[in-house]
C-alpha cells in the first residue's frame, strides 16, 4: 500500500510538471507572437515571467535560454545597449548550462551582429564561434546565414582582416547551401555579392557569369530592384572591358527600372556612367547630354534632401517647442502645488543656475577641442599641400634651370666661337675654335641628357599624366581616378604639352581652392579628336566671375585655343565643378589665327 501511494505522488508530480512546462511552451509562442505583431511591452512581461517561472520551479530548460535571447534582441532593437548584452550573456551562460547548442548558435550570431557595427573583429569572432558549433555546416539555413555574414566580413574593404579567398570561401559555401534549400531570393543575392567580390579583384569574367547567374533569377523572380542592381553591375564589367556599347546597352536597361521603382540615386549613378561609356566611343555629343542629366538629377537630389532636412528640422522644433510648454505646465503646476513658496522658488533658480553653468563649461570644453581637433586636421592638410606645391614648382625649376643652361653655358660657348674667327692670327684661333667647337658638342650632349629627363617629352601625355595622377594619391589627401581610352600613338609635343599643362592647372586649382575628396579624370581619343572629362566634388564656384578675374582660367582658355580645341566648364557654389575639352588631332596648331572652337562656359 505504501509502494502504491508513493507511485501516485510520484505520477501526479510528473504530471503536474509536465503539464507546467506545455503551458510555459505555449506562453513562450504567445510571446514571440505578441513580438511580431510589435506588443513589445507585453511580449517582455511573458518572457520574464517564463524565466522566473522555470528559476522558482528549479527546472531550467531551453525556454529560459531562447526568452534571455529574445529580450537581448528586443533591448537592442530599443537601443537599449546596457540590457541587449546582459541579457544575451544570460543566455549563453544558461544555453551552455542545459548544452543547448543551437541556442549557442543563436547567441553567438545576435552578439555579432550587435558587435558589426563598430567592432568587426569581434563580430566576425562570435560569427565563427557559432558556425564551429553547427553539427552541418554545409546544410540548412543558419549555415547559410553565418556563411554569408562571414563573407561578408571578409569581403569588407574597411575591416582589418579582410581577405579574398575566405570571402569567396564562404560566400559559396553559403550558395551550396542555399541551393540544397532551393532558397531562390538569397541565391541570387549570393550571385550577385560574389559578382561584386569578383569584381572588386579584377576576375572580370567570374564576376560576369556570377552577374548573369543571379539576373537569371532575379528575373523569374520578378524583382525589379534587384536586376536593376544587377544590370548595373553588369554594365561596369562591359565599361571595364571597354565594350563600351555593350555596357551602354546594360545601363539603359537598369535605368527604365531605377526610373519604375524611384531610385533616383541609382539614376544618377547610371547617368554618371553612361557619360563614360559614351566618351570610350567618343560620342562627346551624346556624352555631354547624359551630364547634363546627370547634373539636373544631381541637383534635384540636393534640393530635395535639403527640403527634407528643413522638414525634419520643422519638426524637430515643434516637438521642442511642445515639450518645453509641457515643462513650462509641469513647472507651473510643481508651484502653485508648493504654494509659490518663496525659498522654494529661490532653490530651483539657484538649481537651474548651476545646471546652465556646468551645461555652459561642458559645451566651451567640447567647441575647444572640436576647434583642436580641427587645427590639427588643417595643420596636416596644409603640409601634404606643401609637399605636392613643392613637387609640382621642382618639375618647373628643373626646366628653368635646363633653359639658364642653353643661355649661360651654350650662348656663351657659341659667342667665343663668333670672336675666334674675327681674330687676325688665323692659326690660334682655328684652333682655339675647335677647342670651343668641343666644349659645345659636350655641354650639347649633357643639356641633351638634361632635356631627355622630361618625363613628358620622353613617354608621352599618358605616362606623364599617370605619374601626376601617382603622385596625388601617394599624398593620401586627395584619391584620383584615371580612365585613359584608345590613346596609341603619340601626339605632336605641343598638342601633349598644352593638354598636360591645362590638367595641372585643373588639378592645381582643385588642390588648393576647391576642398575636395575626390577627383575624376578621363582621357579618350576616337578618330580625330582627344577628349577630356575632369570632375571634382569641391565647393564649386562662379564660373563667370572666375573667369573675368582669374590668370588661370584665362591660361586654360589661351592654351586650349593654340591648339585649335575647345573647352566647356561647368559649376556653381557647392556643386562641385566638371570640365569637358575637345582636341581636334590635326598636324598644324601653330597658326597665329586658329580657326578652332571657341571654349564655352555652361
Not at 377 to 392: C, I, R, S, Y
Not at 532 to 551: C, H, K, L, R
Amino acid at each position: 500500500m505504501k509502494r502504491l501511494l508513493i507511485f501516485f505522488l510520484l505520477f501526479i508530480t510528473i504530471s503536474n510538471s509536465i503539464f507546467a512546462q506545455k503551458s510555459l511552451e505555449k506562453l513562450f509562442e504567445k510571446a514571440k507572437e505578441l513580438r511580431k505583431e510589435n506588443k513589445i511591452d507585453s511580449s517582455i512581461s511573458i518572457f520574464k515571467k517564463i524565466i522566473s517561472s522555470e528559476a522558482e520551479s528549479q527546472n531550467i530548460s531551453n525556454l529560459t535560454g531562447s526568452s534571455l535571447n529574445y529580450l537581448g534582441l528586443i533591448y537592442e532593437n530599443r537601443d537599449n545597449k546596457e540590457n541587449a548584452l546582459k541579457y544575451y550573456y544570460k543566455s549563453i551562460e544558461v544555453n551552455q548550462e542545459v548544452g543547448n547548442l543551437l541556442g549557442l548558435v543563436s547567441n553567438y550570431n545576435n552578439l555579432a551582429n550587435y558587435y558589426l557595427a563598430d567592432r568587426k573583429e569581434l563580430a566576425l569572432k562570435y560569427y565563427q564561434k557559432a558556425f564551429d558549433l553547427l553539427p552541418n555546416k554545409n546544410e540548412g539555413k543558419r549555415a547559410g546565414i553565418l556563411s554569408q555574414n562571414i563573407g561578408v566580413l571578409y569581403s569588407s574593404k574597411d575591416f582589418v582582416r579582410f581577405n579574398y579567398d575566405s570571402a569567396v570561401y564562404y560566400y559559396l559555401n553559403a550558395l551550396k547551401v542555399s541551393k540544397a534549400i532551393n532558397d531562390s531570393s538569397n541565391i541570387s543575392k549570393l550571385y550577385h555579392n560574389l559578382g561584386l567580390l569578383y569584381e572588386e579583384n579584377e576576375n572580370l569574367d567570374a564576376a560576369l557569369s556570377n552577374y548573369k547567374s543571379s539576373l537569371i533569377i532575379k528575373k523569374a523572380l520578378q524583382d525589379k530592384d534587384g536586376i536593376a542592381t544587377t544590370l548595373m553591375g553588369i554594365g561596369n564589367i562591359y565599361l571595364k572591358q571597354e565594350k563600351f556599347k555593350e555596357s551602354y546597352a546594360s545601363y539603359v536597361k537598369s535605368l527604365e527600372l531605377s526610373k519604375s521603382v524611384g531610385n533616383p540615386h541609382r539614376e544618377m549613378n547610371l547617368y554618371s556612367n553612361m557619360v563614360k561609356a559614351k566618351m570610350g566611343v567618343g560620342a562627346v555629343d551624346e556624352a555631354s547630354l547624359l551630364f547634363q542629366k546627370y547634373n539636373n538629377l544631381r541637383d534635384s537630389l540636393y534640393d530635395n534632401e535639403k527640403m527634407e532636412e528643413i522638414k525634419d528640422l520643422e519638426t524637430k522644433y515643434e516637438t521642442e517647442r511642445k515639450e518645453e510648454e509641457i515643462r513650462a505646465q509641469q513647472i507651473a503646476i510643481e508651484r502653485e502645488n508648493f504654494q509659490k513658496n518663496l525659498f522654494l522658488s529661490l532653490s530651483i533658480l539657484l538649481i537651474i543656475l548651476i545646471i546652465s553653468t556646468i551645461w555652459f563649461f561642458i559645451q566651451k570644453q567640447k567647441y575647444l577641442k572640436r576647434l583642436k581637433n580641427e587645427e590639427i586636421t588643417n595643420m596636416k592638410a596644409e603640409q601634404e599641400l606643401k609637399e605636392l606645391n613643392a613637387m609640382m614648382h621642382g618639375q618647373e625649376e628643373e626646366r628653368n634651370r635646363i633653359a639658364s643652361d642653353l643661355h649661360d653655358k651654350l650662348g656663351a660657348r657659341l659667342s667665343s666661337i663668333k670672336l675666334l674667327f674675327q681674330s687676325s692670327d688665323k692659326q690660334i684661333a682655328a684652333e682655339k675654335v675647335m677647342e670651343n667647337i668641343n666644349e659645345a658638342i659636350k655641354e650639347t650632349r649633357e643639356i641633351s641628357h638634361n632635356l631627355s629627363t622630361d618625363l613628358l617629352s620622353r613617354f608621352g601625355l599618358e605616362t606623364a599624366i599617370k605619374d601626376t595622377i601617382r603622385t596625388i594619391n601617394e599624398a593620401e589627401r586627395i584619391n584620383a581616378d584615371l580612365a585613359i581610352y584608345g590613346l596609341q600613338k603619340r601626339l605632336p609635343l605641343e598638342v601633349e604639352r598644352n593638354i598636360y599643362h591645362v590638367i595641372l592647372e585643373l588639378i592645381n586649382n582643385t588642390i588648393k581652392h576647391a576642398e575636395a575628396n575626390n577627383i575624376n579624370l578621363q582621357i579618350s581619343q576616337a578618330e580625330n579628336e582627344i577628349s577630356v572629362f575632369y570632375e571634382d566634388d569641391g565647393i564649386g564656384f562662379d564660373v563667370q566671375n572666375v573667369v573675368d578675374s582669374g590668370m588661370g582660367m584665362r591660361s586654360i582658355y589661351a592654351r586650349v585655343n593654340t591648339i585649335n580645341g575647345a573647352v566647356y566648364f561647368n559649376s556653381k557654389p557647392g556643386g562641385g565643378i566638371n570640365v569637358v575639352m575637345s582636341i581636334p588631332v590635326i598636324t598644324d596648331y601653330e597658326s597665329e589665327e586658329p580657326e578652332g572652337k571657341q571654349s564655352k562656359l555652361a
